[in-house]
């Protein structure tokens, strides 16, 4: 059973950068797609971001395209995204996800493992 651990969540000012990292355990993800999910409060969960097995295809929410950029490293079991220009609206908690196969998908029900979540917040 593959667990994922999220972090570098934290404070940031609006227009700063954030880089949060995934780590799973207990399996590898070298063949298995990722995802980037987030959740603002009282909002429903939303996708973010995406990135196949072997990272040669990637896809984004439009509210991030341009800004964010997933990407991966199955050598250290990581996936990570790298968030620049920051808007007070990408405050929530980020979670990662694992999918069981190997393409991207943006839907909450593709994906079967998921993380605890890191809050990312950002100020005016």
């Known amino acids: 059973q593959v667990t994922l651990v999220e972090s570098g969540g934290g404070l940031v000012q609006a227009g700063g950068s954030l880089r949060l990292s995934c780590v799973a355990s207990?399996?590898?993800?070298?063949?298995?797609?990722m995802a980037w999910f987030r959740q603002a409060p009282a909002k429903a969960r939303e996708f973010v971001a995406t990135?196949?097995?072997?990272?040669?295809?990637?896809y984004y929410s439009d509210t991030v395209k341009g800004r964010f950029t997933i990407s991966r490293d199955n050598a250290k079991n990581t996936v990570y995204l790298q968030m620049n220009n920051l808007e007070p609206e990408d405050t929530a908690i980020y979670y990662c996800?694992?999918?069981?196969?190997?393409?991207?998908?943006?839907?909450?029900?593709?994906?079967?493992?998921w993380g605890q979540g890191t809050q990312v917040t950002v100020s005016s």
């Open positions: 207990g399996g590898l993800i070298s063949g298995h797609a």
């Open positions: 990135i196949n097995f072997e990272g040669s295809s990637t």
């Open positions: 996800a694992l999918r069981d196969i190997k393409w991207i998908a943006t839907r909450l029900a593709d994906f079967k493992t």
